[in-house]
């Protein structure tokens, strides 16, 4: 049957014709970045250069990331598999340490090893391979679309919040979910409300328990709430948020430790808790060493965020301008790299989020260039530095300010947000009337 | 070790391993220690003629068998990247324990028939699937039997030939292949051999240089399976060949209402045109079983058009989210103009353009 409609299909071949760009908006703005009302370009990037120059730098870029995907392979493909067998043999050493109560060395030393691994996993393979950076080697082990990891977020609904919602909107206000997840005031824009007073506190709990905290944002109950995801779509990322509950806690907490019931003749009653705390030690171990790197490369006080009508229409130059100027790096020797998952580059992943991550400190040689030829800023210090930044970031705004407008309780903010209702409300009516009255 | 591989296959290991496989850390111990993951060692690459080779090769515990007449997803890697191919099972189900053969005839254009052809090295670990396909010998072989097969058609028939033979079938068995010449032809000289065989009558027809003694000369034609005294509506036929040669058989037999007697396998080389300044080809959406002609629009927007859903997230090219398998044809990156023509890889439909056939797993 296949073969004779294709038969049909030759006879009539009247197609529209292949034009290299026209069957995407890979150039235009991404689809709801598109300003309904106004073909005003965007005014990102416009202190720093000239439209053309945006374009130009658009073109440079894409430059430096065609040069590095025409060079992937062999070496790429060692790499992500010795990363792949270090975390391995790490866990599997791990499990064996923690096996080992009696003697405490090789406990510790096992809680380390199964926390390493985690962190392996979570940076260097499983948020890298999600964005699809190793796709290209067409290895089922290793492909975006198939790979889950060892947390307790869901890959699906990390990938859509993390990939799509937080690399295509990065540090816009109001769509990326990302800026203060939700729970801090981390820039000068984000309105303050009460709870913020405790922002300390609050970051320092989400620190202990991360994994927990990027599960539950990718439930998206505030979404939900808002009307803005329909309930079945919020319901399967319930049940899919439960599934791996179900699945990492069972292993975790339960399977492994009730192993752990074998020692109990040889080590006392006691074994199986230990068993229990080394794994929820590894578990927090990891959660700090993500959670620290993921706030070092968005949070600190330079990092520059946008308001919607900003980016509306922007262009591909202005994209990138965007990713560059939202995130931080966080300088290190190269086994940190390693364990942040390269994410240090964090500028590097914005602008590239698909290449493989081992080509950022290649890569970010370029951007320099193009950063000191047009006058841009790179955002990069110490560990140490970053995060002190971060921690200053969330003390300072977490105090009430004194301007109103930046008080998202007040009756100023509140009469802001009816206008603006209001506003919309009125375009929506005035573009429908011409209807109604023909 | 069937057990220990059950046991390592078993639910509650997986809790213990999950979110991975058993095989993720088994992997790491040996590229062949595998509890489901089909791997196999290429012993030895055997040239058939100018252009066509079997590999023979010994896969890993996870295998299950094959049937005559099943084909393998067949991926080498190279460079870091695997290439998938489909290729027939060509070995007789009662060869040597523990090794089985596929054979392949060199595609011009195709990179994995090319390379097992001229590159492929004994010892080197290949991907595989379990075997797959319908296009097998029924349990109890009928007493009289017809194959058919043109020019590298003949891979699966051999299987069966070579099965038959070797279990020492004591029905009737005809085989009519159609090849260009005998140079062209794979297993020659084993075909002769079976030729000799009682119970087994073997015909061989060269288009394009005849043989002076030859009974029967140029395609298929009901006047072929005459002369051979085979009767369509009594006969259980095979037929594996290019779609040219099984659009003939299938024609005859329907005319001669025999049409539940025929099992049939075609293979269709996609058309890749890429200098082609019109778009060409269908665009199939294998899964929801639907076919569009190619618009030149991306395959996301095609596939909107087509009515399916597909995700996606930033349709720039940016987050993944749309990333599915094409499993055959070429396509055009829309902002670097790369044409990627692999079987069987990952690509973001936002962002690709087909050129001419291609297949989709949406």
Redesign the interface.
């Known amino acids: 049957m296949a073969a004779l409609t294709t038969a049909i299909a030759r006879t009539f071949k009247k197609n529209a014709p292949i034009k290299p760009h026209s069957a995407s908006r890979h150039n235009a703005a991404p689809l709801t970045l598109i300003n309904p009302d106004s073909e005003k370009p965007a005014t990102i990037g416009l202190d720093y250069m000239t439209y053309e120059q945006l374009d130009e730098f658009g073109r440079e870029l894409d430059t430096v990331r065609q040069r590095v995907l025409d060079d992937l392979g062999q070496k790429d493909a060692d790499y992500i598999r010795r990363v792949i067998r270090l975390h391995k043999g790490a866990e599997v050493l791990g499990r064996i340490g923690v096996f080992m109560p009696f003697f405490w060395p090789a406990f510790v030393a096992g809680i380390v090893l199964l926390a390493v691994a985690k962190i392996l996993d979570n940076m260097e393979i499983g948020h890298n391979v999600m964005h699809g950076q190793y796709d290209w080697m067409n290895d089922p082990m290793i492909d975006g679309a198939r790979y889950e990891w060892d947390n307790i977020a869901p890959a699906q609904d990390w990938k859509h919040g993390h990939n799509y919602i937080h690399h295509t909107y990065t540090n816009i206000h109001g769509m990326d979910r990302d800026i203060g997840y939700n729970m801090f005031r981390i820039d000068e824009d984000q309105p303050w409300y009460a709870t913020h007073r405790f922002n300390l506190p609050l970051a320092f709990i989400l620190m202990l328990v991360f994994e927990w905290g990027i599960m539950y944002h990718g439930v998206e109950l505030d979404q939900y709430l808002h009307g803005k995801i329909t309930k079945e779509d919020f319901e399967g990322r319930k049940k899919r948020a439960f599934r791996k509950i179900r699945k990492q806690v069972f292993k975790d907490y339960i399977a492994w430790p009730v192993l752990g019931l074998a020692l109990v003749p040889f080590v006392g009653w006691w074994a199986p808790l230990a068993i229990l705390g080394a794994n929820i030690a590894a578990n927090v171990i990891r959660n700090v060493w993500t959670f620290l790197i993921i706030f070092c490369g968005h949070f600190p006080a330079e990092v520059q965020t946008f308001a919607e009508e900003d980016a509306q229409n922007e262009n591909r130059g202005q994209w990138y301008v965007r990713q560059l100027l939202g995130s931080a790096n966080i300088s290190g020797h190269a086994p940190f790299h390693v364990m942040t998952g390269n994410l240090s580059y964090q500028i590097e992943h914005h602008l590239f989020p698909d290449i493989p991550a081992r080509r950022y400190p290649e890569v970010a040689e370029d951007v320099k260039l193009l950063v000191q030829k047009y006058g841009l800023q790179y955002n990069t210090g110490r560990l140490s530095k970053q995060l002190g930044s971060v921690i200053r970031q969330l003390a300072k705004l977490g105090h009430k300010p004194s301007d109103p407008y930046k008080i998202g309780n007040s009756p100023e903010s509140k009469a802001l947000r009816r206008a603006k209702r209001e506003e919309t409300a009125r375009r929506l009516q005035e573009s429908r009337a011409p209807q109604l009255t023909s | 070790m069937g057990i220990i591989r059950k046991a390592l296959a078993s639910k ?1 290991i997986a ?2 391993t ?3 496989t058993v ?3 088994l ?2 111990i040996h590229p062949m220690l595998a509890a489901e993951n089909v791997r196999a060692r290429v012993l030895e690459v055997r040239r058939e003629t100018g252009a066509a080779s079997t590999v023979v090769m010994r896969p890993n515990g996870a295998w299950k068998g094959f049937l005559p007449g099943q084909h393998v997803q067949f ?1 080498v ?1 190279v ?6 191919r489909v290729f027939s099972v060509s070995s007789s189900k009662a060869a040597k324990k523990g090794t089985f053969s596929v054979s392949v005839k060199a595609h011009p254009d195709g990179y994995v028939s090319q390379f097992l052809h001229q590159e492929l090295e004994p010892g080197t670990i290949v991907y595989l699937s379990q075997a797959e396909g319908e296009f097998v010998l029924p349990r109890e072989v009928p007493a009289s039997l017809l194959l058919v097969s043109g020019g590298s058609g003949i891979t699966p028939v051999m299987s069966m030939l070579r099965t038959l033979r070797d279990t020492r079938h004591t029905g009737q068995v005809t085989f009519l292949h159609y090849a260009r010449s005998r140079e062209d032809e794979m297993f020659t000289s084993e075909l002769d051999e079976i030729a000799a065989t009682t119970g087994f009558r073997v015909v061989r027809v060269y288009t394009r240089q005849p043989e002076p003694a030859a009974e029967l000369a140029g395609r298929f034609h009901i006047d072929h399976l005459k002369h051979l005294g085979v009767d369509p509506v009594s006969t259980l036929t095979f037929a594996c060949g290019p ?1 040219g040669l ?2 003939g058989v299938r024609d005859t037999y329907a005319e001669l209402d025999a049409r539940d007697q025929l099992r049939m396998e ?1 293979f ?1 080389v996609p ?1 890749v045109d890429l200098d ?7 665009l ?1 959406f294998d899964d929801s079983k639907m ?1 569009a ?6 395959i996301l ?1 095609q596939a909107e058009t087509a009515g399916l859903k597909p995700e996606f ?9 749309c ?2 398998k094409k499993n055959s044809g070429a396509v ?1 990156h ?5 044409v990627s023509a ?1 079987t ?3 690509i ?1 439909i ?2 690709q ?1 087909p ?1 001419g ?1 291609v297949n989709v797993a949406l």
């Open positions: 509650p809790s213990l999950s979110p991975f095989d993720h850390y992997e790491q991926g890697e460079n870091g990247k695997r290439r998938v779609a099984i659009a075609y269709k058309s082609a300044a019109d778009a060409t080809g269908m199939s076919e002609f190619n618009s030149g629009a991306t927007e997230g930033c349709r720039m090219g940016v987050c993944n989210t990333a599915i055009r829309v902002v670097s103009g790369e692999s069987d890889e990952t973001k936002c962002v353009v050129i056939d």
